[in-house]
């Protein structure tokens, strides 16, 4: 999971509160993702970056919303978190060529 | 159409046994098949990928079978060993581009000592 930074790695929240999940890379690539998991369900993509300026939804976008603040950074809010939320979150940045996705080491998110 | 089938749900192998774990698709756009390994408390890592221009890929004890006939592949792990336990995703993939990724539901593999 090298090159690919999630903080924090456990948060627990209650309901109606937001937090925002940060992700920073520093392997230089353009495609930056934001993906959930859950238990027998796989990844499933939240939303994503192509390129600096431009974020796009994914399968399951809402309840999310995400910025671009820059080429390394890519951030992931909940702005009034549901249980429904309680998810282990990762971050993904892809080569563009192949596009091989590599992953951060996950945010584990509880929602009383 | 855009699901990803993988069975089993989870696998118990003896060391120096083979794992094997399936995987199904329907949408005849997929054209990139990757594995990702996951350890507990890490994400997932690439293993191995295929293209379907051709049957069989082979990476050390790692080899992917394809058959585009009957839109299935499959992850074979030879000579399993203890350090391999770990859940094994199968994903699918058109045009290159990582929102088009689908990946499926996972398999937990244990490889007893």
């Known amino acids: 999971n090298a090159g690919v930074t999630q903080t924090p790695k456990f948060q627990v929240l209650k309901t109606g509160q937001s937090m925002t999940l940060q992700c920073a890379q520093d392997?230089?690539?353009?495609?930056m993702y934001w993906y959930r998991q859950d238990p027998g369900m796989g990844l499933r993509l939240i939303y994503y970056?192509?390129?600096?300026?431009?974020?796009d939804k994914g399968e399951v976008p809402n309840g999310y919303n995400v910025s671009r603040l820059n080429k390394r950074e890519f951030s992931l809010r909940l702005e009034s978190a549901a249980p429904s939320q309680t998810s282990v979150y990762f971050c993904?940045?892809?080569?563009?060529?192949?596009?091989?996705?590599?992953f951060g080491s996950g945010t584990q998110l509880s929602v009383l | 159409q855009q699901q990803v089938k993988q069975s089993p749900q989870s696998l118990i192998v003896q060391k120096g046994g083979i794992s094997i774990i399936n995987c199904a698709y329907e949408?005849?756009?997929?054209?990139?098949f990757p594995w990702y390994q996951q350890f507990p408390g890490k994400g997932p890592a690439l293993l191995i990928a295929?293209?379907?221009?051709?049957s069989e890929k082979k990476e050390g004890r790692f080899t992917i079978s394809f058959n585009k006939s009957a839109k299935q592949f499959s992850l074979h792990i030879m000579d399993s060993q203890p350090g391999d336990s770990a859940t094994y995703f199968c994903?699918?993939?058109?045009?290159?581009?990582?929102?088009?990724?689908?990946f499926g539901p996972g398999t937990r593999l244990s490889v007893l000592p």
């Open positions: 993904g940045v892809g080569t563009g060529v192949d596009e091989k996705l590599f």
């Open positions: 392997m230089n690539h353009n495609s």
């Open positions: 970056s192509a390129s600096e300026g431009t974020t």
């Open positions: 949408n005849t756009a997929f054209d990139y």
């Open positions: 295929i293209r379907p221009d051709v």
């Open positions: 994903a699918a993939c058109w045009g290159n581009y990582g929102q088009n990724f689908v």
